[in-house]
T-cell receptor
Framework: TQLLEQSPQFLSIQEGENLTVYCNSSSVFSSLQWYRQEPGEGPVLLVTVVTGGEVKKLKRLTFQFGDARKDSSLHITAAQPGDTGLYLCAGDGSSNTGKLIFGQGTTLQVKP | DTGVSQDPRHKITKRGQNVTFRCDPISEHNRLYWYRQTLGQGPEFLTYFQNEAQLEKSRLLSDRFSAERPKGSFSTLEIQRTEQGDSAMYLC?????????FGSGTRLTVV
């Protein structure tokens, strides 16, 4: 069974601080996606990483896919209150259907 | 096309009643997925359609759950004889190749 574990589960920081969220598995994934979800809404895709060792940047967000394609990280620089939300990593399932295996999420609160 | 639409946004029902949710995907997307998300957890896969064919169902989808996608367009998810444990956010997503677009979900509360 493929599982993704995210850490930490909860993070409360002050505006301007940096943070890193981790997504780990014992399974290899051919791709991994990061989503952000606000209360009462569906997840919104931030990035897809495909190649082991790949690094992608989205403004103040940096995403990295592990060399072995078993883990990933999301680093936010100078967090802002607008970054508050639930961050989810998701890996492609073992079938060819495109179904995703999600981590349990990291709830981030950025205080002004 | 404004994205994936789900209806209703919220549903409160009494235990034992049947409920049906609708999902309208992005029109050119041939893949449609249903997920369930409980508070504090990530979404869990329920079922997948490619066009009108239901190609995979999770073990989470008991015989009280049924999903359809007639003509490969919109999809419905029906839950019969609802139980309190069915209370959750039901999310629909569609895709063409990769990169999902999720709807805003239907929040179900069974009382």
């Amino acid at each position: 069974t493929q599982l993704l574990e995210q850490s930490p589960q909860f993070l409360s920081i002050q505006e301007g601080e940096n943070l890193t969220v981790y997504c780990n598995s014992s399974s290899v994934f051919s791709s991994l996606q990061w989503y952000r979800q606000e209360p009462g809404e569906g997840p919104v895709l931030l990035v897809t990483v495909v190649t082991g060792g790949e690094v992608k940047k989205l403004k103040r967000l940096t995403f990295q896919f592990g060399d072995a394609r078993k883990d990933s990280s999301l680093h936010i620089t100078a967090a802002q209150p607008g970054d508050t939300g639930l961050y989810l990593c998701a890996g492609d399932g073992s079938s060819n259907t495109g179904k995703l295996i999600f981590g349990q999420g990291t709830t981030l609160q950025v205080k002004p | 096309d404004t994205g994936v639409s789900q209806d209703p946004r919220h549903k409160i029902t009494k235990r034992g009643q049947n409920v049906t949710f609708r999902c309208d995907p992005i029109s050119e997307h041939n893949r449609l997925y249903w997920y369930r998300q409980t508070l504090g957890q990530g979404p869990e896969f329920l079922t997948y359609f490619q066009n009108e064919a239901q190609l995979e169902k999770s073990r989470l989808l008991s015989d009280r759950f049924s999903a359809e996608r007639p003509k490969g367009s919109f999809s419905t998810l029906e839950i019969q004889r609802t139980e309190q444990g069915d209370s959750a956010m039901y999310l629909c997503a569609s895709s063409l190749y990769d990169g999902y677009t999720f709807g805003s979900g239907t929040r179900l509360t069974v009382v």
